[in-house]
């Protein structure tokens, strides 16, 4: 049943209208700004912010799985879980980070500092596939059902971390975030190492896993450059933009090759 509830997860982050989308996103957007805007006039710690805007629905959650883990059927723990996740999944960038410099890199004749550029976009990337769908996904299916607790804690934090009416709030956010994704870098790196460059990607894995002088979003992204090598033909800073596009759809191929990766290790684990 798991891996038919990561398929129907998957399925809606790509295919859920962008209406639709808003609408099942907004009843945790509109926890976290009214939380925030109380809490500002009462100058309440980010400490504090964050236990209410994650916590409560994280205290509810528990109380629902315990419940619904009573009934006779597991029909209402599915239900629950494709409620909490689904809106954790759609809520993605969008245009998606390759979209977005495809047509910035398209409609301009000369790209400026393309190796920068390139860098950049690939940690953005690195960093949405990441957040939205990596680490929410592995700590579902490390936990089972009771990964929804984790993931709806570590999507309010997201939530947080994304606003600008408390900064403070934002970057505390952050470095909370950064405790749920180490994990989870981890092991889409070695993803990563299965379906790109073993030997590269592998013996960066090893020198780097425990370095936790790097965050686990510059993990990832070193990792990335060394599981896709770029075959540019060329010095870098004379292609044309359409070499980078080509550059950075590698990287995302790669992110979905990973996640191909866990889809089938999880077929494997249900039929065995």
């Known amino acids: 049943m798991k891996l038919l509830l990561v398929l129907v997860l998957l399925v809606c982050r790509e295919l859920i209208a962008e209406e639709l989308r808003v609408i099942l996103t907004q009843p945790m957007r509109q926890w976290r700004d009214s939380v ?3 809490s500002q006039a009462r100058q309440a710690s980010s400490s504090t912010v964050l236990t209410l805007i994650a916590g409560l629905p994280a205290v509810i959650l528990t109380v ?4 619904a883990e009573i009934a006779t059927s597991g029909f209402w723990t599915h239900l629950l879980v494709l409620l909490v996740l689904i809106p954790v999944f759609i809520d993605r960038h969008l245009p998606s980070v390759l979209f977005s410099y495809r047509q ?3 409609d301009a004749h000369v790209v400026d500092e393309p190796e920068v550029q390139l860098k950049q976009a690939r940690l953005q990337m690195m960093t949405a596939y990441l957040q939205e769908l990596f680490t929410p ?5 490390l936990l089972g059902s009771w990964g929804i607790v984790v993931v709806s804690v570590y999507y309010s934090f997201r939530l947080c971390a994304n606003q600008t009416l408390m900064m403070d709030v934002a970057d505390r956010a952050k470095a909370l975030m950064a405790v749920f994704d180490w994990l989870p870098s981890r092991l889409v790196v070695v993803s990563f190492a299965l379906v790109g460059q073993f030997v590269e990607t592998w013996r960066y894995w090893q020198a780097n896993m425990s370095n936790y002088g790097v ?3 510059e993990f990832v992204d070193a990792a990335a450059e060394q599981a896709e090598v770029i075959d540019h ?6 292609t044309l933009p359409m070499t980078l596009v ?3 759809a590698a990287y995302e191929s790669l992110c979905y090759r990973s996640m191909l990766i866990w889809v ?3 077929a494997l684990h249900v039929m065995l």
């Not at 996904?137 to 299916?141: G, K, M, S, V």
């Open 64 to 67: 629902l799985l315990v419940v």
């Open 246 to 248: 080509k550059a950075l």
């Open 233 to 238: 033909g060329q010095p870098l800073a004379s």
């Open 137 to 141: 996904l592995c700590w579902f299916l």
């Open 264 to 266: 089938v290790l999880l």
């Open 104 to 106: 910035q890199w398209l």
């Open 215 to 217: 965050s686990a979003v």
């Open 36 to 38: 925030l805007q109380f």
